[in-house]
C-alpha cells in the first residue's frame, strides 16, 4: 500500500480556491504529523502548513489566512483547503508525513513518506 497518495490538484485563476486531498494509512494518519510542502520550478521545497496529531496547526506566513490544513478521521485523509489563490501559488504540492512534531517542521529532512505530488497552477 502505498503510504499517501495527494489528489486534486489543477488550474485555476487568481483569487479562486482549490481543496488538495492526501489519503493516508491508518497507521500513518493516527501516529504520523502530517504536513504539506509545495515546490515552484527552480525553487527549494517549502512546507506550507502542518498539523500535528492533536490537532495543532502551523502556516507558513505566506499562506496564513488563506490556505487551511484538516484532517478526516473517518477517511484517512489529509486536506489543504487553498483560498484567494495568486500566481506565486503555482507549484507542485506534497504531502508529507514525520514520526513527531517538530518546531522546524518546514525542514523536509524530518519527514519519512512523501506523497507522488500534485500540480497546482494559479494564472494571472
Known amino acids: 500500500q502505498v503510504p499517501l497518495v495527494e489528489s486534486g490538484g489543477g488550474s485555476v485563476q487568481a483569487g479562486g480556491s482549490l481543496r488538495l486531498s492526501c489519503a493516508a494509512s491508518?497507521?500513518?494518519?493516527?501516529?504520523?504529523?502530517m504536513a504539506w510542502f509545495r515546490q515552484a520550478p527552480g525553487k527549494e521545497r517549502e512546507g506550507v502548513a502542518v498539523?500535528?496529531?492533536?490537532?495543532?496547526?502551523r502556516y507558513v506566513d505566506s499562506v496564513a489566512g488563506r490556505f487551511t490544513i484538516s484532517k478526516d478521521n473517518t477517511q484517512n485523509t489529509l486536506y489543504l483547503q487553498m483560498n484567494s489563490l495568486k500566481p506565486a501559488d503555482t507549484a507542485i504540492y506534497y504531502c508529507?508525513?514525520?514520526?513527531?512534531?517538530?518546531?522546524?517542521?518546514?525542514?523536509?529532512?524530518?519527514?519519512?513518506?512523501w506523497g507522488q505530488g500534485t500540480q497546482v497552477t494559479v494564472s494571472s
Open positions: 508529507a508525513a514525520a514520526p513527531q512534531s517538530y518546531l522546524t517542521w518546514t525542514d523536509p529532512s524530518w519527514y519519512n513518506y
Open positions: 491508518g497507521y500513518i494518519y493516527s501516529s504520523y504529523c
Open positions: 498539523i500535528d496529531t492533536l490537532g495543532s496547526r
